[in-house]
C-alpha cells in the first residue's frame, strides 16, 4: 500500500512557476512509476508527466514543465514554469508498482492512461490568472 500526498498548489500569474511536490509513504519508491495529472471539472483527467526510468511528458506542457524524483526522500516533483491559465486544475500525483523488466516494457506503452496506476493522491489545486 502506498500513500500520496501532493503541496505545492496555489494561486499563480500567467508567466509564474509552481513547483508540486509529492511524498508517498512505503520503502519501495524506487520500483514505483510516478506520473502527474490534472483535471478541470466536467473533463477527463489528463496525463501531465511521468517519471519512471525515463521521463515522458504531454505535448502540451512540454519544455515548460519538469518531472524529477529523488528516491531518497520518496518524493516526486513538478516544477511547471511559464503556467498558463489553461494550465488550471486539480493536479493528482500517482504511483504504479513496476516489478520487472517486462513490466516496465508494458507500462512504457500505457503511461498516459490514468487506469494504468494503481495509487492515487488527493489532489492540489493550481489556477493560473491572466
Known amino acids: 500500500q502506498v500513500h500520496l500526498v501532493e503541496s505545492g498548489g496555489g494561486l499563480v500569474q500567467a508567466g509564474g512557476s509552481l513547483r508540486l511536490s509529492c511524498v508517498a509513504s512505503?520503502?519501495?519508491?524506487?520500483?514505483?512509476?510516478m506520473a502527474w495529472f490534472r483535471q478541470v471539472p466536467g473533463k477527463e483527467r489528463e496525463f501531465v508527466a511521468a517519471?519512471?526510468?525515463?521521463?515522458f511528458y504531454a505535448d502540451s506542457v512540454k519544455g515548460r514543465f519538469t518531472i524529477s524524483r529523488d528516491n531518497a526522500k520518496t518524493a516526486v516533483y513538478l516544477q511547471m514554469n511559464s503556467l498558463k491559465p489553461e494550465d488550471t486544475a486539480v493536479y493528482y500525483c500517482?504511483?504504479?508498482?513496476?516489478?520487472?523488466?517486462?513490466?516496465?516494457?508494458?507500462?512504457?506503452?500505457?503511461?498516459?492512461?490514468?487506469?494504468?496506476?494503481?495509487?492515487w493522491g488527493q489532489g492540489t489545486q493550481v489556477t493560473v490568472s491572466s
Open positions: 512505503g520503502r519501495t519508491f524506487s520500483a514505483y512509476a
Open positions: 517519471s519512471g526510468g525515463s521521463t
Open positions: 500517482a504511483a504504479k508498482y513496476v516489478s520487472s523488466s517486462y513490466a516496465y516494457a508494458l507500462y512504457v506503452q500505457a503511461r498516459t492512461d490514468q487506469n494504468e496506476y494503481d495509487y
